[in-house]
């Protein structure tokens, strides 16, 4: 089974900074993409960020850009968002997914459960 643990999540002020962080664990191989997508009340999911593995292609929303940085860690299996100069806007349930390869074959993408960030101003 594949798990997305998620953490990081919570409230902070407008101007502030917060580094969410998502583990993916299981029996695959190293995932091939991961990345951040956010849902805010009575609106539709987002993609934030993400991150191709083959040729380390970073990818971010128009409304993150120039204020988020998404890294990833090979040894951990970990992607990390830090989100700077936060706005009230940015207050949303945050989902990491991953796409991945079994280690037995065959792909697939696991999600988290979903982080909240609360942006007070």
Do not use: H
């Given at each position: 089974?594949?798990?997305?643990v998620?953490s990081?999540?919570?409230l902070?002020q407008?101007?502030g900074?917060l580094?969410l962080?998502?583990?993916?664990s299981g029996?695959?191989f190293?995932?091939?993409?991961?990345?951040w997508y956010?849902?805010a009340?009575?609106?539709?999911?987002?993609m934030?960020?993400?991150?191709i593995m083959?040729?380390?292609?970073i990818d971010?929303?128009?409304?993150?850009?120039g204020?988020?940085t998404?890294?990833f860690d090979?040894?951990?299996?970990?992607?990390y968002?830090?989100?700077?100069?936060?706005?009230?806007?940015?207050?949303?349930?945050y989902y990491?997914?991953a796409d991945?390869v079994?280690?037995?074959?065959g792909r697939?993408?696991?999600w988290?459960?979903?982080?909240q960030v609360?942006?007070s101003s």
């Amino acid at each position: 089974q594949v798990q997305l643990v998620e953490s990081g999540g919570g409230l902070v002020q407008a101007g502030g900074s917060l580094r969410l962080s998502c583990a993916v664990s299981g029996s695959i191989f190293r995932p091939y993409g991961m990345g951040w997508y956010r849902q805010a009340a009575g609106k539709e999911r987002d993609m934030v960020a993400q991150i191709i593995m083959s040729g380390s292609i970073i990818d971010y929303a128009d409304f993150v850009k120039g204020r988020s940085t998404l890294s990833f860690d090979n040894a951990k299996n970990t992607v990390y968002l830090q989100m700077n100069s936060l706005k009230p806007e940015d207050t949303s349930v945050y989902y990491c997914y991953a796409d991945f390869v079994y280690s037995r074959g065959g792909r697939n993408t696991a999600w988290g459960q979903g982080i909240q960030v609360t942006v007070s101003s």
